[in-house]
């Protein structure tokens, strides 16, 4: 290990975040790991939260509330502390998309952190401003186009083959209007792992529920065979 690294702060065991946002960064990281394919091919990659990324060793790091990066998985002794955070270095590229939760004025997402990231090379950054404390629209999408940051309108990253919408439901016994979530290639919500499970069961019962209506459709086609028969009548011949 380097001394460079040896000698960075990566972590300080210090609480910053607020429950929302703990829970909206999960909502962001879980889904992808259960039931995400990832990219395609095989690909591999790394999805999370709060963790620092650290474009030099000269410079502390950035820390996003949700980071997405291709091609690259957690190394196996992941305790070593050249990859408990993200050195750029070190996985040899920055991740492909950042996404900011604004809780306050104090981040300064769209400034400072807009160029912070732009410099890095971060594919896209997501500002993500529910209760707009900084700008009127709840998700703001910048797209890097030789060296800066251009806006743009989708929310769609096909190279990811990801994308992201509000959502209205319930995740873990919170009920809001305002979650973002992840889309599939074909605009499709990615589940959480308990919608998953949610589904397969729902499918599982439904199977059930036809193979019983099938069964008692057998039975009484028996039942009125027998009849006919008793009849002198062979349901065989009609």
């Given at each position: 290990m380097s001394a460079d690294i040896e000698s960075l702060v990566t972590e300080d065991d210090t609480p910053v975040d607020n429950m929302p946002s703990e829970k909206q960064q999960r909502l962001l990281t879980e889904p992808l790991y259960s039931s995400w394919g990832g990219p395609g091919g095989g690909r591999p990659f790394l999805a999370a939260a709060n963790v620092g990324v650290f474009a030099e060793a000269r410079n502390p790091a950035?820390?996003?509330?949700?980071?997405?990066?291709?091609?690259?998985?957690?190394?196996?002794?992941?305790?070593?502390?050249?990859?408990?955070?993200?050195?750029?270095?070190?996985?040899?590229?920055?991740?492909?998309?950042?996404?900011?939760?604004?809780?306050?004025?104090?981040?300064?997402?769209?400034?400072?952190?807009?160029?912070?990231?732009?410099?890095?090379?971060?594919?896209?950054?997501?500002?993500?401003?529910?209760?707009?404390?900084?700008?009127?629209?709840?998700?703001?999408?910048?797209?890097?186009?030789?060296?800066?940051?251009?806006?743009?309108?989708?929310?769609?990253?096909?190279?990811?083959?990801?994308?992201?919408?509000?959502?209205?439901?319930?995740?873990?016994?919170?009920?809001?209007?305002?979650?973002?979530?992840?889309?599939?290639?074909?605009?499709?919500?990615?589940?959480?792992?308990?919608?998953?499970?949610?589904?397969?069961?729902?499918?599982?019962?439904?199977?059930?529920?036809?193979?019983?209506?099938?069964?008692?459709?057998?039975?009484?086609?028996?039942?009125?065979?027998?009849?006919?028969?008793?009849?002198?009548?062979?349901?065989?011949?009609?």
């Amino acid at each position: 290990m380097s001394a460079d690294i040896e000698s960075l702060v990566t972590e300080d065991d210090t609480p910053v975040d607020n429950m929302p946002s703990e829970k909206q960064q999960r909502l962001l990281t879980e889904p992808l790991y259960s039931s995400w394919g990832g990219p395609g091919g095989g690909r591999p990659f790394l999805a999370a939260a709060n963790v620092g990324v650290f474009a030099e060793a000269r410079n502390p790091a950035i820390v996003p509330d949700v980071f997405v990066s291709l091609d690259v998985q957690v190394a196996d002794n992941w305790w070593d502390k050249r990859h408990r955070s993200y050195f750029v270095w070190e996985f040899g590229k920055p991740p492909e998309l950042v996404v900011e939760i604004v809780s306050n004025r104090e981040g300064n997402e769209v400034g400072s952190k807009r160029f912070a990231y732009a410099r890095m090379g971060v594919g896209y950054y997501v500002i993500y401003d529910p209760f707009h404390r900084v700008m009127r629209e709840d998700v703001r999408v910048y797209r890097l186009r030789d060296g800066g940051y251009e806006r743009q309108e989708s929310l769609r990253f096909a190279e990811l083959r990801l994308g992201l919408r509000l959502w209205e439901g319930e995740f873990e016994g919170v009920w809001w209007s305002g979650w973002l979530r992840w889309t599939d290639e074909h605009d499709v919500l990615i589940p959480t792992g308990r919608e998953q499970r949610q589904r397969a069961d729902l499918e599982r019962q439904r199977a059930e529920h036809a193979e019983h209506l099938l069964s008692e459709e057998r039975r009484r086609a028996e039942r009125l065979a027998a009849l006919l028969r008793r009849s002198g009548i062979d349901p065989e011949r009609g």
